[in-house]
């Protein structure tokens, strides 16, 4: 199983980036924590705490959005 998940993320991943470049890539990726608290709030009532909801969006805050508009801003893509 892992082998297929591992298959299949690297192929969407790549796919992404050779479809609406890299820095848009990243910055979904790195907002991804965030994006799976408010499913989870939406589809299974967590309670969505404001610690959980900080961390998850700390997360995209520090590593995904500012990669994601460098790459954007240089132009870089692959």
Do not use: F
């Not at 907002?31 to 009532?45: F, H, R, T």
């Amino acid at each position: 199983m892992t082998i297929l998940d591992l298959g299949i993320g690297v192929t969407l991943s790549t796919y992404s980036v050779n479809l609406i470049g890299l820095g848009l890539t990243v910055i979904v990726t790195g907002c991804m924590p965030l994006i799976a608290q408010v499913m989870a709030k939406l589809m299974v009532s967590e309670r969505a705490t404001l610690a959980k909801l900080t961390g998850a969006n700390s997360t995209g805050n520090s590593h995904g959005i500012p990669i994601g508009l460098n790459a954007i801003i240089t132009g870089y893509h692959l």
